[in-house]
């Protein structure tokens, strides 16, 4: 018999400290096998934002630099920039994303930089314990909307590829989900896409994926990846958003 | 390996599980369960129950947060491929 199922090459032979059930994991290891599709772990570069997707140094084998809250994409432009043989990217948390670190992500994604990002949205702030972020659902409770989140008080879900895909100089703006076997293949391909597209020169990618935190929702593991598909999906629709096309006009590429 | 005309063939790394039955829930074949068993972490991880109905499709350690999951097929059959 043949072993079908491996650890990426780039994805190092180290537990997680990922709680049970927690989709980082998967997310994880998705970008390792980006890296290893394209034989890229040598010039690769990550940027490790802060949350639970920290220790992504410790996980990826490629070199890692640490960035300030939300400043991931301002490190991963400066890396770029003066090192544009390398492939540089960031995981990010939601509450890293699109809290502290708006400003840095619209003004990377605006400026057109060659650079990848994975935008973990679990719609909470989990490292620290659960409280509300920007992506929290109507409703949802958290340790800091105990009633749950209510519109008046704090406004609408930001919904960050939506808002990222308008701006000129994105080039590719996904969302996906790894909470069944058929959105993980599909997550695959996009992740795998967006660093294809930072190869081709095209400009600035990510991908947002969509991940339960049971531990801060409160929920079982099982619960809690029920919960991505009947709430935020709904809130959060799954597809392409953007995708500049090589060689046309608006491409750098 | 037995030398019974299996498809597939799965082995769980009890120590690197959390138990969270992701693997569980994905089987088409119902070889996985959680036992009453725990790890040194204290996780009750992930068991096969039968695995002479695996069809070494891989679905179960795609969808393992922990790569807790090692997969074996017959390679005469095709199943979910990891392209
Ligand atoms: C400047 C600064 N402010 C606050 C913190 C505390 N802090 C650490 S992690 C975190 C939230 C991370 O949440 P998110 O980005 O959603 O990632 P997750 O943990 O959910 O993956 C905060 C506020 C910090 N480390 N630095
Ligand atoms: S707190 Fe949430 S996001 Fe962080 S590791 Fe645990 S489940 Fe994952
Ligand atoms: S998905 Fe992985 S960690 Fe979760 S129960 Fe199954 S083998 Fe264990």
């Given amino acids: 018999m043949k072993k079908v199922f491996e650890r990426p090459k780039s994805l190092k032979d180290t537990p997680s400290h990922f709680c049970p059930g927690c989709h980082s994991g998967l997310i994880h290891r998705l970008v390792a096998e980006a890296i290893d599709y394209f034989k890229i772990q040598e010039r690769t570069i990550g940027v490790a934002s802060v949350g639970c997707s920290v220790f992504l140094y410790n996980y990826l084998d490629v070199d890692v630099i640490e960035a300030p809250h939300g400043r991931a994409p301002a490190v991963c432009t400066g890396i770029k920039r003066v090192r544009k043989q390398n492939i540089v990217f960031t995981i990010q948390g939601d509450g890293d994303l699109a809290a502290i670190g708006t400003s840095e992500i619209i003004h990377t994604a605006n400026r057109g930089e060659n650079i990848t990002v994975i935008f973990i949205n679990n719609a909470v702030y989990g490292m620290t314990g659960g409280q509300m972020a920007p992506t929290t659902l109507l409703g949802q409770r958290t340790t800091t909307s105990p009633y749950g989140r209510d519109v008046q008080q704090e406004g609408y879900p930001v919904r960050m590829v939506e808002l990222l895909s308008g701006l000129e100089g994105s080039a590719f703006i996904a969302r996906a989900a790894v909470n069944k076997p058929a959105n993980l293949m599909k997550a695959k391909k996009l992740i795998r896409r967006a660093f294809e597209m930072q190869i081709n020169n095209m400009g600035f990618s990510m991908v947002e994926v969509l991940s339960a935190c049971p531990t801060n929702w409160g929920l079982k593991p099982l619960e809690a990846n029920r919960r991505v598909e009947e709430e935020m999906i709904p809130c959060f629709p799954l597809g392409v958003f953007k995708e500049k096309i090589q060689g046309s006009e608006d491409s750098r590429g | ?83």
């Fill in chain 2, 1 to 83: 390996m037995t030398k019974v005309a299996k498809k597939g063939k799965i082995a769980i790394l009890k120590e690197i599980c959390k138990g969270c039955g992701l693997c569980v829930d994905v089987c088409s074949q119902g070889i996985l369960g959680l036992g009453d068993e725990m790890n040194s972490k204290g996780y009750y991880f992930s068991r096969i129950n039968s695995e002479k109905n695996c069809t070494g499709c891989a679905v179960c350690a795609e969808m393992c947060p922990d790569l807790a999951i090692e997969v074996w097929r017959k390679s005469n059959i095709s199943g979910n491929s990891r392209k």
